[in-house]
């Protein structure tokens, strides 16, 4: 399956954005999805994952409680939403895709990437 991240941008402290990334060439529907980013001299860190079905999400502490993962395998796509965005939330955002069930949260646990999204938190 190929993606393609979008919906990155630069935006003030304080502000949402909602991530998406659209999933062609493959059955979507037989891989959970995840959300990784990266920062300038930084490893690519885990954000959140989706299981295939929809039912069951998992987010990394730094951001649990301001982003919300989820996915319409009607429109092959999964959704980033995020709020409250601060100046660390600045990164170039991935999604990827993973057969891994138990809690996917290593970039080794995932098999295709997007090309990255680039988001901009700063007033």
């Known amino acids: 399956v190929q993606l393609q991240a979008s919906g990155g941008g630069l935006v003030p402290p304080g502000s949402s954005l909602r991530l998406s990334c659209a999933a062609s060439g493959g059955n979507f529907r037989m891989y959970g999805m995840g959300w990784f980013r990266q920062a300038p001299g930084k490893e690519r860190e885990f954000i959140s994952y989706?299981?295939?079905?929809?039912?069951?999400?998992y987010y990394a502490d730094s951001v649990k409680g301001r982003f919300t993962i989820s996915r319409d395998n009607a429109k092959n796509t999964v959704y980033l939403q995020m709020n409250s965005l601060k100046p660390e939330d600045t990164a170039v955002y991935y999604c990827?895709?993973?057969?891994?069930?138990?809690?996917?949260?290593?970039?080794?646990?995932?098999?295709?990437w997007g090309q990255g999204t680039l988001v901009t938190v700063s007033s």
């Open positions: 990827a895709s993973t057969l891994t069930v138990n809690m996917p949260t290593r970039t080794e646990d995932y098999l295709q």
């Open positions: 989706i299981r295939r079905s929809g039912v069951g999400t």
